[in-house]
């Protein structure tokens, strides 16, 4: 037919905005919408961090795809993709292949190891369901270990590399968690140590200070050591090594040093700087106005220069004007120009703790808690509505 093959790949904040935006806004028999994903279900991505400490479960963190889109409208296809092929239109997948006349990347960023030497072997990362149960699962059982020989208190000591948002929220939950495992496991909670290790000068680099300063207390408070300004050199299986030639031995590293770009796009060879593609003001990547780039893959500058950290928040907002460029695309119509709209950034610390930038004004604590409940319900009623809040949303 001629009837314009649209595809989106992955079915996280970018690819299921988009694919709900085209559903929308696409006329019928107006274009073919394919949405292919690793999983029959979308992830809060945003609500790892629970999950993997074990301080939430994994139901309140998924829902399945089929519930929020019109199949009707939109293929979905449950499969990896293992090539993107830009020369003649057409992406591999582990069970087939698919032909594209426009194409959205949205398949999210890896864990950026940076060379560093057993990171990939012997740590854990905090990057999809599978990822944080193994988190999760690894932990508990590093106490039921312990009690079979308490000789091995390495099993109770557990690192989390890098103090960036991802770290110092898991680190949170981690300490949060702690009590009850020790309770459970009848092990005293002296013995357990919770070690947070930021190379950077500061945590949350670049975030307000102010705003650090409280997390870093209230994370102090619930036993968090903090190593600031100290990099992780080398992983072993016995621990961590510092650049300070110190050794941290554990049984646990959860590695949150940073992210890349996804390893498909630059073996399709699009120019990249870690791994992600510098897009053009309407998401398109440079010289192939048919493939659009969204999310974590992305690289977009701020009016003054300076690459938007890659968000749950940007890559939604990039899915909505993605969609409208693609429809705007097969009509012949203008493009529009991304422009991000920032709504601020929170943070949580853990239960009912949580700081805050948003509308000009620094929050923490308990209102910065809520402000974190509101974001999450928020998204839920954006991608489900009152269905999926009431399903998935925590009030409490
Ligand atoms: P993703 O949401 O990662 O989705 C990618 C999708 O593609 C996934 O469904 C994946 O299964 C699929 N996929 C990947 N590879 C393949 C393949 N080969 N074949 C098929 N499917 C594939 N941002 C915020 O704005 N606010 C927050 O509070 C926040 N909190 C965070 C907390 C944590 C713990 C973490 C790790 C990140 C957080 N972020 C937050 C960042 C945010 O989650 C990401 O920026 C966002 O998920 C990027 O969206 P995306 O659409 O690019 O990719
Ligand atoms: P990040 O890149 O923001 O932080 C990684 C941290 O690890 C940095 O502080 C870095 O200095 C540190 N690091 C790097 N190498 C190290 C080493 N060898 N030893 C010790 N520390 C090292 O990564 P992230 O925290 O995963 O966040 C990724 C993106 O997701 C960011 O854009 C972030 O804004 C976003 N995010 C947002 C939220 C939120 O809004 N609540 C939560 C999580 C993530």
């Known amino acids: 037919s001629t009837i314009p093959k649209i595809v989106i790949l992955g079915a996280g904040y970018g690819g ?18 394919t949405l ?14 629970m999950p993997a400490a074990g301080t939430d479960s ?42 594209y006349d426009y194409l959205i990347i949205a398949l999210g960023g890896e864990p950026e190891s940076f060379g560093i030497p057993g990171l990939s072997e012997y740590a854990m990362t905090i990057r999809s369901i599978n990822s944080v149960r193994l988190i999760r699962q690894h932990i508990e059982y590093q106490f ?3 009690k079979a020989d308490e000789s091995r208190t390495d099993r109770l000591n557990f690192v989390v590399g890098g103090a960036g948002f991802s770290g110092i929220e898991f680190v949170a939950e981690l300490a949060d968690r702690i009590p009850y495992l020790c309770k459970e496991y009848d092990v005293d909670p002296n013995m357990v140590n919770v070690y947070n290790v930021e190379a950077a000068p500061s945590a949350l680099p670049g975030f307000d200070p102010e705003l650090v300063e409280y997390a870093m207390d209230v994370l102090v408070k619930k036993g968090v050591q903090f190593k600031i300004g100290v990099a992780i050199k080398e992983c072993t299986p016995d621990g961590v090594l510092l650049a300070t030639g110190e050794e941290i031995k554990s049984a646990t590293v959860v590695w949150t040093g940073g992210i890349r770009g996804n390893r498909l796009i630059e073996a399709a060879g699009f120019e990249t700087a870690r791994g992600r593609v510098k897009i053009d003001d309407f998401l398109r990547a440079p010289g192939h106005d048919h493939v659009f780039i969204i999310g974590d893959n992305s690289l977009m500058f701020n009016p003054e220069g300076r690459p938007y950290p890659p968000t749950a928040q940007i890559a939604m907002q990039q899915g909505v ?50 402000l974190k409940k509101m974001v999450d319900i928020r998204y839920l009623f954006t991608i489900g509505g009152i269905p999926l809040v009431l ?4 009030f409490l």
């Open 16 to 33: 299921i905005l988009t694919a709900q935006r085209l559903q929308k806004e696409l006329n019928y028999n107006e274009a073919d919408v």
């Open 144 to 146: 039921a270990l312990f």
């Open 321 to 370: 004007t993605c969609a409208q460029n693609v429809v705007a695309s097969i009509r012949g119509k203008e493009l529009k120009k991304f422009v991000f709209s920032n709504k601020g950034t929170v943070a949580s610390l853990g239960k009912g703790e949580a700081v805050a930038t948003a509308f000009g004004k620094k929050y923490k604590g308990w209102v910065a808690a809520q």
């Open 36 to 49: 292919v994903n690793r999983h029959d279900y979308h992830y809060f991505t945003t609500h790892l961090h």
């Open 391 to 394: 399903k998935k949303g925590r």
């Open 58 to 99: 994994i139901e309140h963190t998924r829902v399945p795809i089929s519930k929020l889109i019109d199949e009707f409208k939109i293929d979905l296809v449950k499969s990896n993709v293992q090539e993107i092929r830009l020369s003649d239109k057409k992406v591999v997948l582990q069970d087939g292949t698919l032909s």
